[in-house]
């Protein structure tokens, strides 16, 4: 999913940008509107997915490729951006993707099968690649540094609550429209978003300098680096996305894609250490300061996913809520994490980052802990007040990570960075889901089988509630022999019931202790120089 991790600033903030006539607030709300839509796409797909799979008549797991292209795609043309967006004008290619990503969000809207559906969903993830780190670039150019955490604030909301969003609003187009305006509605959005970015942004000087200047040195793409990390993102995606779903290792199809992912892998580090331009800087990940933040984005952006995806799923499989209602209990949370992303956007010019990293995340794991309360008499207040604590914990990792990603950079590592962080989100996001679906599959069969094994037909209290279950059934119209056979089923489904709750209880633990370890993590980072390092840039 592309990326929060766009919140860490872009490539150009090191250098000195032109801040024109224009409202820069006017520039930062342009931006943040086109973010928002992109970002909505990582996860406003996943409840619609049953609908799409009816209205095109697929199966379930052929639905969920709408899901997993997208990942592969966003993930790929996040690497190639930055350099892209220098060579040949940071605003030009914006409108580019913008107008790209519009139109394939229309045709997939309108596609007519799956193979179309695919094609389309891939292209718009291809195009929304590249949208997220040109966006941090502007905002970076448009700020002084005394105002950037403020402004990032503003970026903050629409990459952090957009997928938070997306379930709601597309559980609620599915179940009131179609499944087609899950996308369709990135048509007006886009074609705005398009016409206010050509009128109201500029390329600063220096990006035009820059671009002049790799046109002197003759400074080329390197295809070859390109193409290993692209061919390691995606296969690692694939591996990530469809390996429950295809058993994982007893499928060839799984065991190619880990062998090509681990190759790539292998054959891109000398390469990559070696290079004279290299797509990724990969010693940026060796140093304590910036590896560190990369791990701690990688973390967050697992859990941010993961709940994102897993909360609906448990209150519609276990709880009998409508989609729409589903995203709903998500959306306090989303209004919790607005208004402290605008009060972490004010800290991050007082508190070192490392301290607002770590209290961010004791507060999520304190989320992901309440969450293992679950039970079958819960009411929709629970849901909501568990993402009140997570909406508060979210901001206060998201902006203050800028900062300490940033500190120590040289001018010319920053559109690296950028490209590293948002990757880093992108692929949390994955991991997280792939991590919590495998949890919840084998803990729930676990689970299940310790729960039949103390169901005995000599066990007292199984007679008990056999004799009970018999006797309702009786009551209620059943002849004897039936009556036994629908106490015998119902038991059984209890079994299975109550397998699935405990299931996502050990999810949430999990969940939780990834959050911990997020802690003395943040501890480790660098002080950083408050006044120099507003919103993260220098």
Known sequence: ????????????????????????????????????????????????????????????DEASWVVTTYLVSNAIALIASSFIAQRFGRKRFYLICLAVFTLSS?????????????????????????????????????????????????????????????????????DNFSWHWCFLINGPVGVLAFFLVYMLVQDPPSAEEERQRMRREGIRFDIVGFALVALFLGSLELVLDRGQTEDWFDSSFIVITAVI???????????????????????????????????????????????????????????????????????????????????????????????????????????????????????????????FYL??????????????????????????????????????????????TNVLAHREQWHQNMLVEHTVPSDPAYQQTLKSAQSYFAQHGSILADAQSQAVGWISQQIEAQASFLAYIDVFHVLALISAGVIPLALILRNVNLKTSSGGMH
């Open 106 to 174: 229309i045709l997939c809207g309108m596609a007519w099968d799956l193979p179309s559906l695919l094609i389309f969903r891939m292209i718009q993830g291809f195009a929304g690649g590249g949208m997220v780190p040109v966006s941090q670039s502007i905002l970076t150019d448009s700020f002084p540094p005394e105002k950037r955490g403020q402004a990032f604030a503003v970026f903050g909301v629409a990459v952090v609550v957009a997928p938070v969003i997306g379930p709601t609003l597309g559980g609620y187009l599915s």
């Open 261 to 387: 992912c681990c190759a790539a892998f292998l054959f891109s580090i000398p390469w990559l250490m070696k290079a004279k331009n290299p797509v990724v800087d990969v010693r940026l990940l060796a140093t304590r300061q910036f590896g560190s933040c990369f791990i701690v984005m990688l973390a967050i952006g697992a859990i941010l996913i993961a709940t994102t995806q897993f909360v609906p799923q448990v209150l519609q499989e276990n709880y009998g809520y409508t989609a729409t209602w589903a995203g709903l209990a998500l959306s306090p949370g989303g209004l919790v994490t607005m208004v402290m992303m605008f009060v972490t956007g004010r800290l991050v010019t007082k508190v070192q980052p490392k301290y607002l990293i770590a209290a961010g995340a004791a507060t999520i794991a304190y989320s992901m802990w309440f969450m293992t309360n679950l039970n079958p008499n819960l009411n929709f207040a629970f849901f909501v007040e568990s993402r």
């Open 391 to 436: 909406g508060i914990g979210l901001p206060l990792i998201f902006i203050p990570i800028t900062a300490a990603s940033y500190d120590g950079l040289k001018p010319e590592q920053t559109d690296q960075a950028s490209a590293l962080i948002n990757a880093a989100r992108n692929t949390g996001g994955s991991i997280g889901v792939c991590i919590a």
């Open 1 to 60: 999913m592309a990326a929060a991790g766009g919140i860490a600033g872009g490539g150009s903030g090191s250098r000195t940008g032109s801040r024109g006539a224009t409202n820069p607030w006017v520039v930062a709300i342009v931006v943040a509107v086109a973010a928002f839509m992109e970002v909505l796409d990582t996860t406003i797909a996943n409840v619609a997915l049953r609908y799409i799979s009816g209205g095109l008549a697929i199966s379930s």
